[in-house]
């Protein structure tokens, strides 16, 4: 069984800062896969990033990187230069076999 | 546009109905999920279907009735709910499974159960 654990229910930051939102995830599975998505107001999830669990390379796409720890089962998200529409709920999710196990999420505010 | 389009973007029923939430993907996908998400509640997923196979029933209430008549076309048909099925439901499609392939969502269906 897969589980995925977001401790952070809430967060805030300055526009143009760097915040960093954590989770941890927990498998049996040798081989599988970590994402971080958001879901702005309009409730549409949009993929953010996605790591595989065999490459020792952390994943980053412009502001938004990971810091993948495998044997810690640590997978946060930094998002650097905070825009206003940055602002959403992040989810955090795991796969092993396709099917995406998620976190109870991260709402974000980014302020001006 | 998504890729996968649900409809009735919100719908509103009574106890003794019966009602049925589409999806449809345009991305030549072959595995299908429904996803619900309450509020407070992480996303539970619901059902899976590989090339129109189903492969996860995740201990969903008889009342949710999924059908995948084809690759492209998933349906949850919904009857005899209770006031705590109200709910934000949500597919998405991926390439198919088992694999890591990243998996899209449509923008969601909005349901009250009255």
Redesign the interface.
Known sequence: AQTVTQSQPEMSVQEAETVTLSCTYDTSESNYYLFWYKQPPSRQMILVIRQEAYKQQNATENRFSVNFQKAAKSFSLKISDSQLGDTAMYFCAASATGKLIFGQGTTLQVKP | E?GVTQTPRHLVMGMTNKKSLKCEQHLGHN?M?WYKQSAK???E?MF?Y?FKEQT?NNSVPSRFSPECPNSSHLFLHLHTLQPEDSA?Y?C?S?Q??????????G??SWLTVV
């Open positions: 998504t595995a999920y509640k992480p996303l997923l899976v590989n996860e934000l949500l998405a991926s198919e499974l088992p694999s890591g392939n990243t998996i899209y969502f923008e969601g």
